[in-house]
């Protein structure tokens, strides 16, 4: 009788939409081939077992870890790093595109606080050890508007168990967003979650940009039914 192997199983899909846009220019494929070696966490310490030690990525000290979701074209992470060269960061983004323009930004300053993953986030934050971070960007992130689609949304219960696992009590969690269905859907999720709490206490408090806000190329833009900029600050709590 001959021997019927089982099926492979389809590997789960992790990240949507499109990981390349425009062909590159000969810079941006530079760094990418060259820098991106040396920056990018190495494809085994994602475990996604919570036994990644931030302080092994990092070849020197820091002072505060901060992780930043879906960085887009890193200006907004790039700022950051010259603003507090004390600080570590790890940035995830799945596009190509973003990632070199990122990687070109950078390539001439320190870089020595900066790792990054070219994939989903959530490899990385499944991966991290407990309470080891500071804080978390998550700045304006993919709508996904059809109803079937929330489902991709990056602020979910489940996501959020994991923040809350990796962040330091009283770190913060940082989201924004233009588009109204979209702030409401990341208010309700953060508010109904035990490990977060809502730092603002009036209207201007959400309305307008914190003093220290680094402003991105994206929020000169509007998306489809988008309103204004919303910022959403929560702190998770130092008791669970």
Known sequence: MPCIRPLAKKPQRRVFGRKTGRPLKEGRQVVLDELLPFLQ??????????NLNPETLFATPYTALWLEIGFG???HLTALMERHPDHAYIGAEPFVNGMSAFLKDIQDKPHNHIRVHMDDAMMIANSLTDECLDGIYVLNPDPWPKQR????????????????RILK?????IMS?????????????????????WTAEKADDWR?????????????????GADKMVYLIFKRSAAL
Do not use: C
């Not at 689609?149 to 809350?164: E, G, T, V």
């Not at 979209?182 to 979650?193: D, F, I, K, R």
């Not at 940009?209 to 998306?223: C, L, S």
């Open 177 to 197: 967003t233009d588009v109204p269905d979209l702030a409401e859907w990341m208010v309700t999720q953060a508010s109904l979650h035990p490990a977060f709490e």
């Open 169 to 173: 009590p009283d770190g913060q969690l």
């Open 208 to 224: 307008t940009p914190p003093p220290d806000w680094i402003k991105t190329r994206y929020e000169g833009k509007r998306a489809k």
């Open 149 to 164: 689609h929330h489902k991709r949304r990056i602020i979910s219960p489940a996501n959020l168990d994991q923040f809350a």
């Open 41 to 50: 966490i190495p494809e085994d310490s994602l475990t996604e077992k919570a």
């Open 73 to 75: 074209n890193g200006e």
